[in-house]
């Protein structure tokens, strides 16, 4: 059965090709926002907390200060709104899932640039 379901994701799900990116790295995400009939573009620029799922069904979570509060947003990597992620910065971290990000505040909350 996930077989069948696989191959229904490859054939028929389009795929946005966006550039690699995994836990620890800046991104900016760009996404459409529908407020009746208009259509504007907005960003959400943070560090990205985890990968999760694959194929269609994947998606990921960033988390960016919003002045003394953080905000957390899940996108899933299909979602039709999303028109393009850029990779600020790519981040040195030990870990695909770096939930621990959350508790840190001031120096301790900076992740190390890796050069790629």
């Given at each position: 059965m996930s077989s069948l379901i696989k191959f229904v994701q490859d054939e028929f799900v389009t795929?946005?090709?966006f550039p690699e990116?995994?836990?620890?790295?800046?991104?900016t995400v760009y996404y459409e926002?529908?407020?009746?009939e208009k259509v504007r573009t907005q960003f959400f620029r943070g560090?990205?907390?985890?990968?999760?799922?694959?194929?269609?069904?994947e998606?990921?979570?960033?988390?960016?200060?919003?002045?003394?509060?953080g905000v957390e947003r899940i996108f899933p990597v299909n979602l039709p709104?999303?028109?393009k992620v850029e990779?600020?910065?790519?981040?040195?971290?030990?870990?695909a899932r770096i939930f621990y990000f959350?508790?840190?505040?001031?120096?301790?909350a900076r992740i190390k640039e890796v050069r790629r």
């Open positions: 795929r946005k090709d990116f995994s836990a620890g790295d800046t991104i926002i529908r407020e009746g560090v990205v907390l985890q990968r999760k799922g694959s194929g269609s069904s998606t990921f979570t960033i988390r960016k200060m919003s002045g003394t509060v709104a999303l028109q990779v600020n910065k790519r981040g040195k971290v030990r870990r959350r508790g840190l505040t001031g120096k301790k």
